[in-house]
């Protein structure tokens, strides 16, 4: 009997110092937080649902993560999201490499203007040395990369009207998100940028306080309506932005080596169908995505290469600056990597 009430009393004592997060058995937290930027009926916010889902199916509940969209994790702030995912309030996350550029250098490889061609060109980089070398780095700074996804290739709205060559964008007020390399691009081709969190940039389309922005069509653009706000489109390709599922290294480390290939698997499978969904209709000869602008009544100018190249050339001062910032080495690989997938 004594025997039975010291074990009640050592229960209830433990029980006061477990936080009640924490799931007894197993060590496992009754929940995990996912980070991601945008609201979940984008292809993106889908995505980590569609990640978590499997997890959580196939843990057979052990793994329960659920996900905080609309940067609710960093009170609206984006750009921190790397931060308090190191610090392991998210414990995982869904994340565009342009908000974790600002604290990770070498992630402007992808905010290059006018430097991937083509998704061609994307894969050969994710997929290759430069992944793998990201992944390192990553690594190196409390964070496992679990597999790619993609927000898309960037372009342009506006509502002053249509834009075909730098000239066009003079003067004009383009909101982008807070990240240096942004704002030195927009600045090279006449333009006036503006930082703005994408929880403000949307109440900022509508009141027209911005004239332009750029995002990618089928992620972002058709699903929130940009023809609301903005008459005109270019297609020009200037910044790819792919996204990462990602995990907190001592969190991984937490779970079973069995659980940890489930979740390497699901953002694996996630990934590869999240892009898929967000390049459909933007590949020829399926390009119903720019229809889908047409039809909304916006005006769409596809840049041809040599136009695009007048972008470029405006931009190589940019290039010049950031290269260094990257890493010369990380640049010239991914070079070598893109003009590989050119031929
Ligand atoms: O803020 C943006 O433009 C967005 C939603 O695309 C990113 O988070 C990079």
């Known amino acids: 009997m ?3 009430s010291g074990l009640f009393l050592l229960f209830v004592a433990m029980s ?3 936080p009640s997060t ?7 937290k009754k ?7 945008v609201g979940p009926k984008l292809p993106w916010g889908a995505g980590a649902t569609k990640f978590a889902d499997l997890v959580r199916e196939r843990t057979d509940g052990r793994i329960n993560i659920k996900v905080y969209t609309s940067s609710s994790l ?3 702030k984006q750009t921190n999201e790397f931060l308090i995912h190191r610090q392991g309030v998210a414990e995982f996350c869904f994340a565009s490499t342009i908000n974790w550029s600002t604290t990770i ?3 402007n490889l992808f905010n290059l203007p006018f430097f991937f061609p083509d998704y061609k060109a994307l894969d050969a980089v994710t997929g290759g040395e430069v992944g793998a070398e990201i992944a390192n780095l990553l690594h190196d700074k409390g964070v496992t990369l679990l597999a790619w996804g993609e927000n898309g290739f960037r ?4 509502s002053k009207g249509p834009v075909s060559k730098p000239e066009d964008l003079h003067g004009m007020k383009v909101r982008v998100v807070g990240t240096p390399i942004f704002i030195d691009t927009m600045k090279a081709l006449g333009a006036n940028p503006v930082n703005m969190n994408w929880g403000d940039a949307q109440v900022a389309f509508q009141q027209g306080v911005v004239d332009g922005q750029e995002n990618p069509v089928v992620a972002i653009e058709i699903p929130v309506k940009i023809w609301q706000f903005h008459k005109y489109a270019t297609i020009w390709r200037y910044v790819i932005d792919p996204l990462m599922f990602t995990v907190n290294n001592k969190v991984l480390a937490s779970f079973t080596p069995e659980d940890q290939e489930i979740i390497r698997q699901a953002a694996i499978e996630a990934g590869a169908e999240q892009r898929a969904i967000v390049r459909k209709g933007l590949i020829a000869p399926d390009l119903s995505a720019l229809e889908t602008l047409r039809s909304n009544g916006m005006e769409v100018v596809v840049l041809n290469q040599q136009e695009r190249m007048a972008f470029r050339e405006k931009t190589k001062p940019v290039y010049d600056k950031w290269v260094s910032k990257i890493g010369k080495d990380l640049v010239a690989t991914a070079e070598k990597a893109i003009e590989a997938s050119q031929k």
């Open 2 to 4: 004594l025997k039975k």
């Open 155 to 158: 372009e342009l709205t506006n």
């Open 74 to 76: 960093m009170a609206g």
């Open 105 to 107: 250098k070498p992630l």
């Open 31 to 37: 929940e995990y937080k996912m980070s991601v930027v």
């Open 16 to 18: 006061m110092i477990i």
């Open 22 to 28: 924490i799931l007894a058995a197993n060590g496992y």
